[in-house]
């Protein structure tokens, strides 16, 4: 596998966990920061500019999750796909502690 494969996964693993928040903010109608509130990532954006951004992210967790080959063979490819999920996860969890309430 060439490096850009286990990149691939690593942001593949960003992305997809990055849907999450978003994702069921928005279907729960509750708003939530996104980078096109005001300011971004401080301003709470709506429930539909939630549910979009969260449907762009899974499309570009998919294309990179496909285009890092991942495989049960290549443990390496799952390493760098789970470093993405606990990088993107640990981030969120310190920017977001002092989020808006509703």
Do not use: E
Not at 45 to 74: E, K
């Amino acid at each position: 596998m060439n490096w850009y494969h286990y990149v691939a996964c690593f942001f593949a693993g960003m992305f997809l966990t990055n849907a999450v928040p978003h994702f069921v903010h928005g279907i729960s109608g509750d708003r939530f920061p996104t980078p096109f509130a005001h300011p971004p990532g401080k301003g709470l954006s709506s429930a539909t500019v939630n549910v979009a951004w969260a449907l762009a992210n899974i499309l570009a967790g998919f294309f990179l999750f496909q285009g890092g080959q991942m495989s049960a063979s290549n443990l390496w490819t799952f390493g760098c796909f789970f470093a993405g999920i606990a990088l993107i996860s640990i981030m969120s969890s310190i920017g977001f502690r002092t989020k808006h309430p509703n």
